[in-house]
């Protein structure tokens, strides 16, 4: 199986911009959740997406949001970039229970100038 | 809140060394425990896992067990390569409908040759 797919890998930004990222899952699963790691936070749940509902949400401004599709795919939007902002996005996807493992991608990496 | 400490890094060995990264965990109900790997420039890498109280979970020679009564999921391998050089996270779910992992800030090891 084909695993947890993130586009693009690398993204430059500047201030007020706004950006949207891709997550697919692996074939199967149906949870889709959403990570940002910073030097200074470590990882931060931002969101979660089961069936195309937002199931749980993260400590995070409103500029920050997502949508998921009837394929499982993901996209998570930032608008309004700010320096803070500048971090590796991850994806997880999993496949039934809450206890199952989540599968991560690689990450987008996003940089705001 | 969950919440996850684990000890701060870095941690520098010599190879065929004894590897210990303390974590402990503060959750409510019975929590499944992670431990994931990260090597440079990439995703998360699940490395094992325990879902019950006294449960170890074993990969690639590291092994952790699930301790209720001090709450910890410490991670040890007896002999470190080279190539185990890495950030290591401790994290946790609490289960239920919640898919979302807490993670504790990491440990960046670097083993010597």
Redesign the interface.
């Known amino acids: 199986k084909a695993g947890v797919t993130q586009t693009p890998r690398y993204l430059i930004k500047t201030r007020g911009q706004q950006v949207t990222l891709s997550c697919s899952p692996i074939s199967g699963h149906r949870s889709v959740s959403w990570y940002q790691q910073t030097p200074g936070q470590g990882l931060q749940f931002l969101f979660e997406y089961f069936s195309e509902t937002q199931r749980n949400k993260g400590n995070f401004p409103g500029r920050f949001s997502g949508r998921q599709f009837s394929n499982s795919r993901s996209e998570m939007n930032v608008s309004t970039l700010e320096l803070g902002d500048s971090a590796l996005y991850l994806c997880a996807s999993t496949p039934t229970s809450a206890t199952d493992t989540q599968y991560f991608g690689p990450g987008t990496r996003l940089t705001v100038l | 809140g969950d919440s996850v400490t684990q000890m701060e890094g870095p941690v520098t060995l010599s190879e065929e060394a004894f590897l210990t990264i303390n974590c402990t965990y503060t959750a409510t109900g019975y929590p499944?425990l992670?431990w994931?790997v990260q090597y440079p420039g990439?995703?998360?890498?699940?490395l094992l896992?325990a879902?019950k109280a006294d449960d170890k979970g074993s990969n690639k020679g590291f092994e952790a067990t699930y301790r209720k009564e001090t709450t910890s999921f410490h991670l040890e391998k007896g002999s470190v390569q080279v190539s185990d050089s890495a950030v290591y996270?401790c994290?946790l779910?609490?289960?239920?409908?919640?898919?979302?992992?807490?993670?504790?800030?990491?440990t960046l090891l670097t083993v010597n040759p």
Request: aromatic content about 20%; glycine content about 20%; proline content about 0%.
């Open positions: 499944s992670f994931y990439e995703g998360l890498q699940l896992k879902t996270f994290a779910n609490s289960g239920g409908s919640n898919y979302k992992l807490t993670f504790g800030k990491g």
